[in-house]
């Protein structure tokens, strides 16, 4: 199975990395995204300044292969918008690369000719990749191994609080993202309003500090509810994090509280969403209380892995995180920090299946803040590893920071004050 492609599913930061970790190392790579672009789901959440510098977002291969372009590196201590880090580095990168598939779906990957309850040949026969283009045609790749990158955006975890939608949920007041109030069209929907933030993690810091920009607006009100107490870790770690620009976020959203220009509202698991004959909505928790006249519900409780389409091959995931069961035990956010995470790779990503590995924020299941720096190790130990070079895949080659308290759940907590979800 060398002569076979690696398919590497997602042209996001991790997936290209690995690409570029497999090109260098002379191996062959296919790269699937849905989306029509190079950091399509980055590009969602564009208008958001990420937690890591310049120097810390982009993988050592990527910028070995793009100085043989006529790419310019960009400043090493800036810190980049999400739109920026797509334009400036995942595009460039996905163009140098050349074997990127857009518009393009993974819908299932199976060992060719078995299905899982197969053991013969498991070893043996490649593995089979099922696509369906934007078009709705089908096709299929036949591959040596799998590096699933395609992260957790697309699925983030309901407003209600026992992990299932609450009732009156998804409602046309709820939106799962961070608003863009730079946009004007976005500040005068959410000006004069009242909105709610439902959340813990960084995506909920990041659009308190967004959203106490209107808080002086006429009629603009904001209720923040949180399922446990709060604490001064619900703020993160301030000065002490070591990612300066996430500490600053976490500052920022506590100035708002603390000057009343938010009202806090704890200990509130939602059960419904209630929609009114005007048009608002009420958000009433499992214990009866409620939050009335509400305008808009700004649902950031964080992101889970979809699994469907590897229902045919062989993972061994833990039951609780939905993370590679060797991993989950070092990201547990009941037990760890994200500065407490040390550096991973082969050794935690091998599933029973050979040659398929979950990388990125999906490798963390439903843990929160995972840091872009981790994702481009993990893809360096496994492409190492698909090489022969057992040294360089079983070698640590990262120090993280020491990030200081980590909360809620999400996407890349560099990305974004969006909760790992990168959010990086």
């Known amino acids: 199975m060398d002569a076979l492609p690696v398919v590497v599913i997602g042209a996001g930061p991790v997936g290209l990395a690995a690409a570029a970790e497999l090109r260098e190392r002379?191996?062959?790579?296919?790269?699937?995204?849905?989306?029509?672009?190079?950091?399509?789901?980055?590009?969602?959440?564009?208008?958001?300044?990420?937690?890591?510098?310049?120097?810390?977002?982009?993988?050592?291969?990527?910028?070995?292969?793009?100085?043989?372009?006529?790419?310019?590196?960009?400043?090493?201590?800036?810190y980049p918008t999400g739109k920026a880090w797509v334009r400036e580095y995942l595009e460039p990168l996905a163009a140098a690369l050349g074997c990127v598939r857009y518009d393009t779906e993974v819908v299932g990957v199976a060992r060719r000719g078995r299905d899982r309850v197969v053991d013969s040949g498991r070893d043996t026969e490649p593995l089979s990749v099922h696509l369906r283009r934007s078009d709705g045609s089908r096709d299929r790749i036949v591959a040596g191994a799998l590096i699933d990158a395609s992260g957790t955006w697309t699925s983030p975890n309901p407003l209600g609080g026992e992990g299932f939608p609450a009732f009156g949920e998804p409602a046309d007041a709820v939106t799962y993202r961070v608003p863009e109030i730079e946009s004007p069209s976005v500040r005068a929907r959410y000006s004069g309003a009242h909105t709610v933030i439902a959340g813990s993690g960084?995506?909920?810091?990041?659009?308190?500090?967004?959203?106490?920009?209107?808080?002086?607006?006429?009629?603009t009100r904001l209720t923040w509810v949180l399922r446990r107490g709060r604490s001064e870790s619900t703020f993160g770690g301030g000065e002490a994090d070591e990612l300066p620009a996430r500490g600053a976020r976490g500052v920022r959203a506590k100035q708002a509280v603390e000057d009343g220009l938010l009202t806090v509202v704890t200990g509130f698991r939602t059960a419904a969403v209630e929609s009114g004959p005007d048009g608002r909505v009420a958000v009433v928790a499992d214990d009866g209380r409620r939050v009335d006249d509400v305008d808009h519900v700004v649902a950031l409780t964080g992101f889970r892995p979809d699994h469907s389409w590897l229902s045919e091959v062989r993972l061994e995931l833990d039951p609780v995180l939905q993370a590679p069961i060797r991993l989950a035990p070092l990201i547990d956010p009941n037990i760890h920090s994200c500065g407490t995470v040390y550096p991973h790779g082969i050794t935690e990503l091998t599933h029973p299946e050979p040659g398929v590995f979950l990388v990125g924020m999906k490798s963390y299941g439903r843990a929160p803040t995972f840091l872009a720096m981790t994702g481009y190790e993990q893809v360096r130990?496994?492409?190492?590893?698909?090489?022969?070079?057992?040294?360089?895949?079983?070698?640590?080659?990262?120090?993280?920071?020491?990030?200081?308290?980590?909360?809620?759940?999400?996407?890349?907590?560099?990305?974004?004050?969006?909760?790992?979800?990168?959010?990086?």
């Open 26 to 78: 002379g191996l062959a790579v296919v790269v699937v995204e849905r989306g029509s672009r190079a950091g399509a789901a980055v590009a969602e959440w564009g208008h958001v300044r990420l937690f890591s510098p310049w120097a810390e977002l982009i993988a050592a291969p990527a910028r070995r292969l793009l100085a043989a372009t006529p790419w310019v590196a960009p400043g090493g201590k800036d």
């Open 202 to 219: 960084h995506s909920a810091l990041t659009a308190i500090v967004a959203l106490s920009q209107l808080a002086n607006d006429p009629g």
């Open 381 to 424: 130990s496994i492409a190492a590893a698909l090489a022969g070079d057992h040294e360089a895949a079983t070698r640590v080659d990262l120090a993280l920071p020491a990030t200081g308290v980590c909360g809620g759940a999400g996407l890349f907590d560099d990305s974004v004050g969006v909760d790992s979800g990168d959010r990086v």
